[in-house]
């Protein structure tokens, strides 16, 4: 099992970023493969970046791809979310999720077993 913790989320304005951190403890061979998902009230939870240990792949939703940028520092155990462009319909909770195998279907919230407590970001426009 492994501790996921985030933070980093707020309320930005239309076209403002932030960067979310996902801080893993415990064992860590549970997650090679990490995910930042979301939820909005009344909406189903999307998986939007996910990661390799190694960061040699990456994998992002189309809602994100060219603002989102995933990222991971193996050495301080955490996984980041550049969020650069945010617009409203990304105002969401936020949460990493881990699980210790890759697998073809890189986005399915029931393969992840390990989740953190989650960050709001709220975009204004």
């Known amino acids: 099992q492994v501790q996921l913790v985030e933070s980093g989320g707020g309320s930005v304005q239309a076209g403002g970023s932030l960067r979310l951190s996902c801080a893993v403890s415990?064992?860590?061979?549970?997650?090679?493969?990490m995910v930042w998902f979301r939820q909005a009230p009344g909406k189903e939870r999307e998986g939007v970046a996910g990661?390799?240990?190694?960061?040699?792949?990456?994998y992002y939703s189309v809602s994100v791809k060219g603002r989102f940028t995933i990222s991971r520092d193996t050495a301080k155990n955490t996984v980041y979310l550049q969020m650069n462009s945010l617009k409203p319909e990304d105002t969401a909770m936020y949460y990493c999720?881990?699980?210790?195998?890759?697998?073809?279907?890189?986005?399915?919230?029931?393969?992840?077993?390990?989740w953190g407590q989650g960050t709001q970001v709220t975009v204004s426009s």
């Open positions: 999720a881990a699980r210790p195998f890759y697998g073809l279907i890189w986005n399915n919230p029931a393969d992840f077993g390990d």
């Open positions: 415990g064992n860590t061979d549970s997650s090679n493969f």
């Open positions: 990661i390799y240990r190694g960061g040699s792949r990456k």
